[in-house]
Every structure is written in structure tokens, then in C-alpha cells.
């Protein structure tokens, strides 16, 4: 009889080891659990599509804050929100990689991308920014210490001031552009306004008025000179 009532006591005891590593909470509005700490230390570090029989739906901000050692993350199709600065200071990330059948985010190139709106929320030092992104949100690189050059296809249309703060590398590239006299000077060939990251959608119109302005007197200043 002792055999029988201590053989299940043992088995929760190791499901419950096996669970340290992640801390969860859980949403009732939404009925899934909420990834809210990650405090392992591996390199690979893959999310659970489930906790306690109910589907791991979220994941909340700075929930790997400070996680160094965390290399790639793979995220699993159940994940349908996934918080501001969730992975906010990860030095070492190199890439993200998204279960193909999320519906909310995928994982092109190494970035995690939102679908609906096409923005870059999370890059790593081996991520190929994806011809489908339209924006790179705040933070999206911040912080990666091996990231030193970085192509911006031309379908980028926003890049937030602090996308690529602290990476702590002066090598840092835009493609070609290595610095930001070069990224000043490749806008104005282009008719691009300085400013063009200050802009927004509200601001469209203002943005067209003065690309207009600088081609005009592009074209002006190019039949004078002949």
C-alpha cells in the first residue's frame, strides 16, 4: 500500500522540477496562461505551447529581461499577444523562430514579425530583416552586442528612433551606410526628408509635400547646371 500512494507523489514531484524554468499566470478574460519570467539559462530556450492542460496564449513585457544567455527562442502557434520589451536587453539573441502555423506573428528571416501590421518587433544579431516589413518597432534590436551590419530593404518605410540602441558595435550598417553622415546624405539623392523618422501615418501628406519640394528643386538645380 506505501508503494502505491508514494509512486504518484514522486511523479509530481519531478513535473513540478521540470516546470522551473518558466513562471506563468493565468488569463481569465482569455482562458490561457501568460508566460510572465523565463529564469533558465540555456542557449536554445523553446516556449511551451501548453501549462496545465491550457494553451500558453502570451507572452508579457520583460518576460526574458535580462536573459544573456538566450540565443534563439522558438515560439509555438499558440501565442497570440506578445507584450512591449518582452525580450528587452537579451545581448546574445541571434535569431526568434515562429511555429508556422501562428496565426499573430512569424518568424522570416529570424525576426519576430507582427502579421497584421508588418512590423519587426524583435530582431537578433543573425536576423535577415524580411522584403514583407514595413516597420521596425522601438527596441526591436536593442542591446545586441554581435550585431554589426544589417541591411534595410527598401520596403522599410519606418524605423523608430531607438530600434537599434546600445548594440555597442561603431561598425553597425544600413546596407552600405555606415554612418550617419552617409545615411544623411543617401536621403537627401533620394529626396528623402531628414526628419523622415519623426513622421507619421497623420503625417503622410506633410511627408509628400516636402519630398515634392526637394525634387522640384532637384530638377531645377539639374537643368541650371546644364
Do not use: H, W
Amino acid at each position: 500500500i506505501c508503494i502505491v500512494l508514494l509512486l504518484p507523489l514522486c511523479a509530481c514531484s519531478e513535473s513540478e522540477e521540470a516546470e522551473t524554468d518558466f513562471e506563468f499566470r493565468f488569463d481569465d478574460k482569455n482562458k490561457y496562461y501568460v508566460l510572465t519570467a523565463y529564469n533558465g539559462s540555456d542557449d536554445d530556450v523553446e516556449i511551451p505551447e501548453e501549462y496545465n492542460g491550457k494553451d500558453v496564449g502570451a507572452i508579457d513585457m520583460n518576460a526574458f529581461k535580462g536573459c544573456t544567455t538566450v540565443e534563439f527562442v522558438e515560439i509555438p502557434k499558440t501565442v497570440e499577444r506578445i507584450d512591449y520589451q518582452a525580450f528587452y536587453d537579451c545581448k546574445s539573441l541571434k535569431r526568434v523562430i515562429v511555429d508556422e502555423k501562428n496565426k499573430a506573428y512569424s518568424g522570416v528571416g529570424g525576426c519576430l514579425m507582427e502579421t497584421d501590421t508588418k512590423t519587426v518587433l524583435v530582431g537578433g544579431s543573425k536576423s535577415t530583416i524580411p522584403n514583407t516589413a514595413t516597420t521596425i518597432a522601438a527596441k526591436a534590436f536593442s542591446g545586441r552586442e554581435d550585431l554589426k551590419t544589417i541591411d534595410i530593404p527598401d520596403n522599410i518605410l519606418y524605423i523608430s528612433k531607438n530600434a537599434f540602441e546600445n548594440c555597442n558595435n561603431n561598425e553597425l550598417a544600413y546596407g552600405s551606410i555606415r554612418n550617419e553622415e552617409a545615411l544623411k546624405e543617401n536621403l537627401k539623392v533620394n529626396c528623402i526628408p531628414e526628419d523622415i523618422c519623426e513622421y507619421t501615418i497623420d503625417r503622410y501628406e506633410e511627408f509628400l509635400l516636402n519630398r515634392r519640394k526637394m525634387m522640384a528643386k532637384k530638377i531645377e538645380e539639374y537643368y541650371k547646371s546644364l
